[in-house]
């Protein structure tokens, strides 16, 4: 990337066209195709991407518009603004502003809440990704930096769209731990089945944070499989993290349908614990020999303080059942919430 587009803390980008001015505020990150600054328009933080590569730039705002058009879902940030900056007489760049969503990457919020949220924010991600794939788009550079958690309530946002590619061509950008052509397991076509892969890999990452390499004496459908054995969260989802790296889906609803079956048939063996308790039957002799008035009221007392006792093991066991079944019940339904967006 040109040093035209390391912008200081401080720069004011102009629009040529639009005439909106942009302060940068600090670096976001850097990609293939630009740089991404958060800036202030206007006392209200942005993130403004610029590139000279103004190919990459069309084709990302395309993106971004289209994300749009998807209704009752959040794929990325909103577009704002589209512009060309003129940064002497003989350069111009241009950029886009998008909205800027704060929150934790996947894996920092994996690592503060544990990776049983991994579960929740994996059926957001992949009903986001079927909206995507059924408008003919991949991701393409699926990876935790790429996924920001907002909220609350905590939902999953797709960020910079670079790599997003349009379905049956070759994939613009990837990074190779969640790339399936790097693992030997598939080619770099733009196809549902590569991002598929790459959320797979994404739980992997969650599991283990210290990436790890392909190994050359191993082949890499060995070397994940065994990943999957050494952590209880991922042999959990062993079949379906094997299907997914397989690329044995064909549709992010087809993986989705399997895993909340698989949270489902989780959540069902949850058995409530019951308690089994001896009763004391008395003999016909005895029941009959004794009256109430005849009967010793020391032992009186005693059956009556072993019924009051009774009685609370059976409360206490029925308040124990019910508070257990209400705790599946809760961790079944936001699962199905999810499931529904």
Known sequence: MNQVCNLSSGTVVRGKWNGENYTVLRLLGKGATGNVYLADSKNKKVALKLSENSMAITSEVNVLKRFSKVQGTSLGPSLLDVDDWKVDSQKILPFYVMEYVQGNNFLEFIQERGI??????VLQLLSNLEKLHQQGWVFGDLKPENLLISGPPPKIRCIDVGGTTQQGRSIKEFTEFFDRGYWGLGTRKAEPSYDLFSVAMVLINASFPKRFTKKVDVDG????????????????????????LLGKYTSALEMKTDFVHL??????????????YKTQVATPNKAKS??????NPQANQTRKQAKQKKRRKKTSGFLETIIIILGVFIIYSLYAYHYLM
């Open 221 to 244: 459908e060995s070397q994940l499989f065994e990943r999957i054995e050494q952590h209880p969260y991922l042999l959990k989802h062993k079949q379906v993290l094997q299907k997914a």
């Open 116 to 121: 049983v949220w991994a579960d929740v924010l």
């Open 263 to 276: 949270l489902s048939v989780e959540t069902s063996k949850v058995k409530p614990r019951t308690k089994t």
């Open 290 to 295: 004794q009256s109430p008035k005849s009967a």
